[in-house]
């Protein structure tokens, strides 16, 4: 079965980890029996009327789990990280859904969320088949966690923050390299040309593949012929207003 967990509002200004790597550092956890197929981190509108910390983004595990009596312990896990390692500022939510539970539905209301601001009700009504919980503050992150569930099943939407050997491709991979590793290189010039398995991928330090059709989609742009560079590059962390809430033991980033 996979499972698609949704988290959102776990840190403020002051904390030691964003929710993408307090998403991580649950899945590098898990037991065994629990295999981590990624995890993509979706965008949210950053507008006046919704307090968020940087860049209001909420972030979504794909979950590959084994036994289906396994549910249980899983969210007792999800709900020990979230309580245990969320900032004193935050609005945990969570949101646990099978994929196959995922409807047309709920991937419109991810879709509505990145346009304008929804209430926490509107969440809620999503939530008849799934589960959704709000985990301290306002709650409000509720809705960022069920709308990164509901993106995440559309397939077009987001970027992928773990995926598999991910992060030991190093900064100039071969695109066969990315391709061994389940993800797909596609350049997005103007006229674009088909990169080649022998091409080399260079100042690739920071690799983020889309999700594009359900599936991680590095996007490049030519370079030279045989070389080519990431469409996208890091961007420095802002801060968003949000106010000060009550006190919760943050766990330390390492």
């Not at 773990?162 to 900064?171: D, I, P, Q, V, Y």
Request: glycine share 10%; with cysteine; charged share 25%.
């Amino acid at each position: 079965m996979i499972l698609y967990l949704g988290f959102d509002d776990t840190d403020d200004k002051d904390a030691p980890m964003g929710t993408g790597r307090l998403v991580r550092e649950f899945i590098y956890s898990l037991p065994d029996e629990y295999q981590a197929i990624g995890v993509v981190r979706h965008q949210l509108p950053r507008l006046d009327a919704i307090p968020y910390t940087s860049n209001n983004s909420s972030a979504c595990a794909i979950i590959e789990m084994r036994d289906v009596d396994g549910l249980d312990v899983l969210r007792n896990l999800a709900v020990k990280h979230l309580q245990t390692c969320c900032a004193p500022g935050s609005d945990p939510g969570l949101c646990i859904a099978p994929r196959d539970a995922v409807d047309g539905s709920l991937i419109e209301f991810g879709q509505t969320v990145t346009g304008r601001r929804v209430t926490q009700q509107d969440a809620v009504n999503q939530a008849k088949n799934i589960e959704l919980y709000g985990l301290g503050g306002t709650n409000d992150g509720i809705i960022g966690a069920c709308a990164a569930v509901g993106l995440t099943k559309f397939g077009w939407c987001g970027r992928f923050i773990e995926f598999g050997a991910l992060r030991k491709l190093g900064s100039s991979p071969l695109v066969r390299n990315l391709n061994e590793a389940g993800i797909q290189v596609v350049s997005v010039d103007r006229d674009p040309l088909v990169p080649q398995a022998s091409d080399r991928v260079v100042n690739a330090s920071w690799l983020r593949p889309s999700l594009w059709a359900g599936k991680p989609v590095l996007q490049v742009r030519g370079v030279e012929p045989g070389v080519w560079e990431t469409a996208h590059t890091k961007r420095k962390k802002q801060h968003g207003a949000k106010p000060d809430k009550a006190v919760r033991t943050p766990c330390t980033a390492e």
